[in-house]
């Protein structure tokens, strides 16, 4: 691994803050509605923005770009926009920056937004990864969190992507809903199940202030299972999943052998990225980044010629990351993994090891029985998965 600090980022991620129509419980930026002209403005200025960042050279005296090797298109929902702004977009990517022959190329899709010829289009300019939200298969629990879809959609959507040449495919669900059940939790895992998917990604839901959700939450209008339930529930999904060949991986991720995502693995193992996009974050050179979360700032910032922090058009800096945090990261990151993280990696990265650096931290949770030390590796034990939280703040300030 490379010593802090780390490289020229090898991973990108889009944001497209536009969808048909906004989940009870998202509080992303996205909106819904906006017209062909409000689209075709954002494109153009993401792509005028990935221009201006790749021109800039954001990295250290003596560094040169080094080709992408994931990418991830997110939202929003990116498939409300033709695919063909969706191409210009990746392609864009591929002129300014390079791309690595097997680069992971997401794109996410709700399902019912997406048709055959749409998915050829995407695969062929070299999308090859789509992640679904589907989220669960019950009417009434998508009404609830005001999705568009019906669970036969995700069938429809799936197959397309199959046809079209997608082999490596990804579900989102959500547990811990309110009327949520065990049997809803089977029930949506069997049709999930049946269907040719590599990768399922399973998220609790949290309640977000100012979303509609909570909102009635507070109304005594919708009410949040107890945390026992939410529990079962999760370790019926990770269990199930486990029986049927996917390998768990990450706290909320499992997938076929072979396709874990790349692009989120450099997320989790607190590794440099580039984000573009309306609020979209990066992580470079120990800087964190933020871009304007106001369209028309976002918008303004990307038609001049005049780039801000490290070379980001509109970007303020949200923090400046030192050694320390960045070994801090590392672990409250990695051990978001199943596998933990491993002290020869930590110590090619810092120049010293875990066991020393968190020494208190590791003692006390290992006495609390969170974490399991094996194989000069640290990784949440059972019930560490239960109280990561817990684990991940003990690391805070460390």
């Not at 909320?252 to 995502?261: H, I, L, T």
């Not at 005049?306 to 030192?322: F, Q």
């Amino acid at each position: 691994m490379t010593p802090f600090p780390d490289q020229a980022p090898t991973a990108a991620y889009l944001h497209i803050p536009f969808c048909r129509q906004k989940c009870t419980y998202c509080d992303f930026i996205s909106f819904a509605a906006r017209g062909r002209d409000c689209q075709q403005a954002y494109v153009a200025a993401l792509l005028r923005e990935i221009e201006i960042v790749a021109s800039n050279r954001l990295y250290l005296p003596g560094r040169k770009p080094v080709p992408l090797q994931t990418v991830f298109v997110g939202g929003g929902t990116p498939t409300v926009l033709p695919a063909g702004d969706l191409v210009r977009l990746l392609g864009q990517l591929r002129a300014c920056f390079g791309m690595e022959p097997d680069c992971e190329c997401t794109v996410e899709a709700n399902p019912g937004t997406v048709s055959q010829e749409a998915l050829e289009t995407l695969y062929a300019a070299g999308f090859n990864r789509i992640s679904f939200g589907l989220q669960a298969v019950q009417p009434r629990l998508l009404h609830l969190l005001g999705r568009i879809h019906e669970a036969g959609d995700l069938a429809t959507g799936v197959q397309a992507a199959r046809s079209a040449g997608f082999s490596n495919i990804n579900v989102d669900l959500l547990f811990g809903l309110p009327g949520q059940t065990i049997q809803d939790i089977d029930e949506t895992l069997d049709f999930v199940l049946g269907l040719p998917v590599t990768h399922i990604s399973f998220y609790g839901l949290i309640l977000e202030e100012g979303t509609p959700l909570a909102a009635a939450e507070a109304r005594g209008q919708v009410r949040l299972p107890d945390d026992d339930l939410e529990r079962r529930q999760y370790h019926r999904i990770r269990l199930r999943l486990a029986e049927q060949g996917f390998i768990h991986y990450e706290i909320s991720n499992s997938a076929r052998p072979g396709y874990a995502c790349r692009h989120n693995l450099v997320y989790w193992q607190a590794l440099p990225y580039y984000g573009f996009g309306l609020a979209a974050h990066s992580y470079t050179d120990g800087l964190r980044l933020a871009n304007p979360s106001d369209m028309d700032r976002y918008l303004t910032a990307c038609r001049g010629d005049t780039a801000g922090p490290a070379g980001w058009p509109g970007a303020e800096v949200s923090e400046r990351v030192d050694r320390q945090e960045a070994m801090r990261e590392t672990m409250l990151l990695g051990l978001r993994l199943i596998r933990g993280v491993r002290d020869r990696d930590f110590k090619a990265r810092f120049g010293i090891s875990l066991f020393e650096r968190f020494a208190v931290p590791l003692a006390d949770l290992h006495r609390r029985g969170l974490i399991i030390v094996s194989g000069g590796r640290v990784r949440l034990s059972r019930r560490g998965l239960d109280l990561a939280n817990q684990a991940f703040r003990a690391f805070i300030g460390a």
